[in-house]
T-cell receptor, first 113, second 115 residues
């Protein structure tokens, strides 16, 4: 069946370094992708989104890259800070009418001081 | 502006009992979504309500049900609780579907423990 998954369940990064979190998806009909951050004891928070007609989008310290050819999505966080420690989920919608986000398992990012 | 609020924060039930979880969306949001997050796992889509009607449903048995009230708040009911229903239940809301702004805003969740 269709799925959205992550390559690595955990990632440790030195504070100040850049981090890259990867996500693979299998639904070629996916046309909208979102990255969420979930801190301990909290619900997921929106970080950044990207439509399928784009291959890159930048936010504050974050960049999302989309490679539709290999169905791969990545989240790059620049100059990581302790507050970046969280679980990161990618999610996709295959069409707006469906309105059902499919989430991956998540990657736990730990920032090492 | 108040975010998505959920209650209770924690709920402990025994097998066979019923649980009711509540969600108040962001003011102005008409769509409410429910997700189940089992420990260490991703979010599994449960239900989507918009304008008081169920619009979509995930792969969960019928004992998972809910409703949306005229003020757009929502309830999730889980009947005949089983041990594997223990999870964090997350509610999210979004503006009207037609706006295309379907980025969900999540609440902090209700943690259900079934003993």
């Amino acid at each position: 069946g269709e799925s959205v998954g992550l390559h690595l369940p955990t990632l440790s990064v030195q504070e100040g370094d850049n981090s890259i979190i990867n996500c693979a998806y299998s639904n070629s009909a996916s046309d909208y992708f979102i990255w969420y951050k979930q801190e301990s004891g909290k619900g997921p928070q929106f970080i950044i989104d990207i439509r399928s007609n784009m291959d890159k989008r930048q936010g504050q310290r974050v960049t999302v890259l989309l490679n539709k050819t290999v169905k791969h999505l990545s989240l790059q966080i620049a100059a990581t800070q302790p507050g970046d420690s969280a679980v990161y989920f990618c999610a996709e919608i295959d069409n707006f009418g469906n309105e059902k986000l499919t989430f991956g398992t998540g990657t736990r990012l730990t920032i090492i001081p | 502006e108040a975010g998505v609020t959920q209650s209770p924060t924690h709920l402990i039930k025994t097998r066979g009992q019923q649980a009711t979880l509540r969600c108040s969306p962001i003011s102005g949001h008409t769509s409410v979504y429910w997700y189940q997050q089992a420990l260490g796992l991703g979010l599994q889509f449960l239900l989507w309500y918009d304008e008081g009607e169920e619009r979509n449903r995930g792969n969960f048995p019928p004992r998972f049900s809910g409703r949306q009230f005229p003020n757009y708040s929502s309830e999730l009911n889980v009947n005949a609780l089983e041990l594997e229903d223990s999870a964090l239940y997350l509610c999210a809301s979004s503006p009207e579907v037609s706006s295309g702004a379907n980025v969900l805003t999540f609440g902090a969740g209700s943690r259900l423990t079934v003993l």
